[in-house]
């Protein structure tokens, strides 16, 4: 039985639409059963919707607090029969009693290389950290942001005439590729949560080489 999954955006929705394609294949583990964003004008609902995915648009403005609002967004992805959530891009701190109601259940999606460069800004601090090599982590939410156990991570390269735009679009390709593959590996059952560890995921017996970045010529 494929897995429901509920994607939680707040802007363009990049992320989500890389879900929706990959959940569109029959073998596929997941399907999408909605998007719901905190911001009524994201333009992700839009894309969303031009995928005949059913959009909520549910705005955290609209409500006194974070738990009635919370309280509110987990109504809808209960409405949904959502098994799992995938947070894509959505910019909403979670209080850790919606976390743990859905602990071990949820992921997210964060443009750096975790654990470092938690929060936000990745990119320019990534750079001014002066760092070679930087990327994309899938984990499993947990109450402190950007945390959780480590579902599939991708390195890219930081280029010398790198600014954090041209960065940023490097890392969301790389983004793009990982997610659906992260969320697979997740809605399949193939992984299992030991601790602070993701275990489980097949990897060829010989793997391949390290990225050394500048290479040596
Ligand atoms: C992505 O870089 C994601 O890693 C971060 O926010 C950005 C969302 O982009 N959490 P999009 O909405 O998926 O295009």
């Known amino acids: 039985m494929k897995k429901r999954v509920g994607i939680l955006i707040s ?34 609902l839009k894309k969303a919707e031009a995928n005949g995915v059913p959009t909520r648009a549910i705005d955290h403005k609209a409500f006194s607090g974070r738990e009635a609002f919370e309280a509110e967004l987990d109504t809808a992805l209960k409405s949904f029969n959502v098994d799992l959530v995938a947070c894509a891009g959505f910019m909403r701190l979670m209080t850790s009693e919606f976390v743990e109601r859905w602990r071990d259940k949820m992921v997210n999606i964060h443009p750096s290389l975790l654990p470092a460069f938690k929060g936000l800004d990745t990119h320019a601090r990534a750079l001014a950290a002066g760092v070679k090599l930087t990327g994309c982590t899938v984990h499993i939410v947990r109450p402190q942001l950007d945390d959780g156990p480590i579902i599939a991570q991708a390195a890219v390269p930081v280029l010398e005439a790198d600014t954090p735009n041209t960065l940023a679009a490097r890392v969301l390709q790389a983004e793009h590729e990982l997610y659906p593959h992260a969320l697979a590996l997740f809605a399949s059952g193939t992984v299992r949560i030991d601790g602070k560890r993701v275990l489980g995921a097949s990897a060829p017996a010989k793997p391949p080489g390290p990225l050394v970045w500048p290479p040596s010529t």
């Open 11 to 44: 802007g363009r929705g990049s992320n989500m639409v890389s879900l929706i394609a990959a959940a569109q294949a029959h073998d596929y583990p997941a399907e999408i059963a909605c998007v719901l964003s905190n911001r009524p004008e994201a333009e992700g």
